[in-house]
């Protein structure tokens, strides 16, 4: 039988303290370098996207806090928007002196461009939403009135139908436009004070 020769515990620390030396030098290889993003790197959730008939609503009632960017010019004009050029000269540009406006909403042809620069005004504290299918979807709704609801539909379909044919015709087609946009609900029919007609006295 051969002799086993004894294995030194210098031996054995030194190998352990190689292998942990080269382990460790294997997982800083491979650990991602982190990054830094700028300030105004867009933020990862996509922006409150708005309907055509809500953003006509609003525009018609003119909040004060409220700033709608055209950032193409739509063949049915977005009246009481404020377009790009006028603000400033590139996407960029706006950036660099965002809006003072609470609530800000960019409307445009381009759905990409408008989403990536919601995003990025959202990383820099703007409140940005964006119109609902882009100026496409808004022009589509302002080419004609909404489908009539049925005869039986309830008051408050009837109501929301009434508000869309207006804002329609106040954005869509001028020469139809009413003095007031959006409708109040129809009043029902006073009743005759006293509740009722009349009686006939007696002994008359």
């Known amino acids: 039988m051969g002799t086993t020769m004894p294995i030194s515990p210098k031996l054995v620390l030194a190998g352990s303290a190689l292998a942990l030396a080269l382990g460790s030098a294997a ?30 609503k609003l525009l018609s009632e003119g909040p004060p806090d409220l700033l709608v960017i055209g950032l193409d010019e739509a063949r049915h004009p977005l009246r009481g928007a404020m377009p790009m050029s006028a603000l400033a000269a590139s996407d960029e540009a706006l950036l660099a002196a965002p809006p003072k406006a609470r609530r800000v909403v ?19 504290g703007v409140e940005t939403r964006v119109l609902l299918g882009g ?4 022009d589509r709704v302002m080419d004609a009135d909404p489908a009539t609801p049925w005869p039986n539909a309830n008051a408050a379909t009837w109501q929301t139908f009434r508000t869309q044919v207006a804002l329609r015709h106040a954005f869509g087609d001028a020469s139809l436009a009413p003095a007031a946009p959006v409708l109040a609900p129809l009043a029902p029919a006073a009743a005759p004070a006293g509740g009722g007609a009349p009686k006939k006295r007696e002994g008359c």
Do not use: M
Request: positive net charge.
């Open 27 to 56: 997982l800083a290889g491979r650990a991602p370098k982190s990054k830094t993003p700028p300030a105004d790197a867009a933020v990862t959730w996509a922006p409150v996207a708005i309907e055509p008939f809500a953003l006509a």
């Open 106 to 124: 960019l409307a445009a042809f381009d759905q990409v461009r408008a989403d990536r620069l919601a995003r990025r005004l959202l990383a820099k």
């Open 135 to 138: 100026l496409d979807a808004w």
